[in-house]
């Protein structure tokens, strides 16, 4: 079983709809939550952190953590065609012991004009 | 800019030669962390690193692969007697404390 695990897609939306991003983890002493952006040949850009269960939001980004069903999500506004990139999930999972952060394989997202 | 900085952004070896990257962190970052990239797969984390320690080396392989990070300088990852497989992309990110980490440019490998 993969300890963090995303639809690797692609995802398709139109241009100013709602994009969301899904993922999945194993462990559940789990921590800390990181949404990073790969544009293709670039390297991981982080735009969102999330500690704590419940909603954050930063401008057109809003990441979304449930711990009991072990399920964090982004949820992208108004997307646009600049936001077409791979999309990587990623959980430190034992905090406690290092500092390791495990990543998902990604989703690729489209935002078509 | 004060961001992660990492050289050489390209690197073309020879089977059998040796690879060394460097990375510089974040300006008032302490924690360094490398992780590698193989094509069409994930991010995989191979160690991590404060001045003069190495914290966590469980993705390193066991041979061949070696990571510093001295008191002055930057921290390298060395690749010894480099082999086709060792072609990847290897990012560094480095961490003010033991949460969010940002990523530089990379190295991206190449092996002939």
């Known amino acids: 079983q993969k300890e963090v695990e995303q639809n690797s897609g692609p995802l398709s939306v139109p241009e100013g709809a709602i994009a969301s991003l899904n993922c999945t983890y194993s462990d559940r002493g789990s921590q800390s939550f990181f949404w990073y952006r790969q544009y293709s040949g670039k390297s991981p850009e982080l735009i969102m952190f999330i500690y704590s269960n419940g909603d954050k939001e930063d401008g057109r980004f809003t990441a979304q953590l449930n711990k009991a069903s072990q399920y964090v999500s982004l949820l992208i506004r108004d997307s646009q065609p600049s936001d077409s990139a791979t999309y990587l999930c990623?959980?430190?999972?034992?905090?406690?012991?290092?500092?390791?952060?495990?990543f998902g394989g990604g989703t690729r997202l489209m935002v078509k004009p | 800019n004060a961001g992660v900085m990492q050289n050489p952004r390209h690197l073309v070896r020879r089977r059998g030669q040796e690879a060394r990257l460097r990375c510089s962190p974040m300006?008032?970052?302490?924690?360094v962390y490398w992780y590698r990239q193989l094509p069409e797969e994930g991010l995989k984390f191979m160690v991590y690193l404060q001045k003069e320690n190495i914290i966590d080396e469980s993705g390193m392989p066991k041979e061949r692969f070696s990571a510093e990070f001295p008191k002055e300088g930057p921290s390298i990852l060395r690749i010894q007697q480099v082999v086709r497989g060792d072609s990847a992309a290897y990012f560094c990110a480095s961490s003010r404390d033991t949460y969010e980490q940002y990523f530089g440019p990379g190295t991206r490998l190449t092996v002939t």
């Open positions: 300006k008032g970052h302490s924690h």
């Open positions: 990623a959980v430190n999972i034992f905090p406690n012991a290092g500092n390791m952060l495990t």
